[in-house]
């Protein structure tokens, strides 16, 4: 017995010390993939989880060019009543008036932005994300001049955006991030990826772009892009259930430091027919090059 005693005693010893020579039991293969792959953007250093802002699904409820508000202001609905109050206000001179949504205000709130009254037709508001920091909810919005992109009415326009978020009775501070939008050119937008799962990526070299292509298995032949010059953007939505589903790069800008992507992705709505078919939507564009961090911002659209 004092020799079976002594021998489980050397093997257990024998094992921990295996243990400790791999690092703590951790595969290889795990941690190499805990490294970030060339060519792809990784951001500053993470904050503390003390102190990371935690950024809150927004779905969009109501964008429109033409708002009974006049004034300039932004709003938080916490109400039913508070809501029928603004809308209204809204709708008033409209004809037919636009359809109030359906809020459940016990678990979510209404945030809008009104840009109030001008005479140019190419302005447009996105709330480009909501996140709790430090107690309280920020709300980073943007005005855009969409002259660069489209051919615009000079028709009177009051535009005006409407979201739900998560209900909170935090204080709200609205922040306007007075971005410089940036040209972008498409290089494929297709519901054919080959990426199975939802991801954004910057690319700022040629490998890099060769290993996403081949990793997207679009048919449209590797695009040629100076990186000197250019850097490329992708968003993938990964498989989706059916055809109503898509993701599509609205717009870039450059603010505060870094570039902001601005990302909507498409949902069925209630009752929508949709083509029952699995999808694999996903955007890939080309934009001026920039060192500088990118960070992504996403809305969900209902499709009606």
Request: hydrophobic residues 45%; glycine residues 6%.
């Amino acid at each position: 017995m004092r020799f079976l005693d002594r021998l489980i005693g050397m093997m257990s010893l024998a094992g921990l010390m295996l243990l400790s020579s791999c690092g703590g039991g951790v595969d290889a293969a795990v941690q190499a993939d805990r490294q970030a792959s060339p060519g792809t953007v990784v951001g500053q250093p993470p904050p503390s989880a003390s102190q990371a802002p935690v950024e809150l699904r927004v779905t969009t409820v109501a964008e429109d060019a033409f708002s009974g508000v006049r004034e300039a202001k932004n709003v938080v609905v916490r109400d039913a009543d508070a809501l029928a109050a603004l809308w209204a206000e809204h709708s008033n001179g409209r004809s037919p008036a636009p359809l109030m949504p359906s809020v459940n205000f016990s678990a979510q709130m209404v945030v809008a932005v009104f840009a109030g009254h001008s005479g140019s037709g190419c302005r447009q508001i996105r709330i480009d994300k909501i996140s709790l920091d430090a107690g309280k909810l920020v709300v980073s919005y943007e005005e855009r001049d969409l002259q660069t992109f489209a051919i615009c009415t000079q028709a009177v326009s009051s535009p005006m955006v409407a979201v739900t978020v998560a209900r909170t009775d935090a204080a709200v501070q609205f922040v306007d991030l007075k971005p410089v939008q940036l040209a972008f050119r498409e290089l494929d937008r297709s519901s054919r990826s080959l990426v199975a799962q939802p991801k954004n990526v910057v690319v700022r070299d040629a490998a890099a772009l060769a290993a996403l292509w081949a990793e997207h298995g679009g048919p449209a032949p590797l695009p040629q892009v100076d990186f000197q010059r250019h850097m490329v953007i992708g968003v993938f939505a990964g498989s989706q259930p059916n055809g109503c589903h898509s993701t599509a790069i609205d717009a870039i800008a450059r603010a505060q430091g870094k570039v902001t992507v601005a990302r909507t992705d498409t949902v069925p709505g209630p009752g929508v027919m949709c083509t029952l078919a699995i999808v694999h939507p996903a955007h890939i564009v080309m934009v001026e090059r920039s060192d500088a961090p990118v960070e992504f911002t996403s809305q969900v659209k209902a499709i009606q």
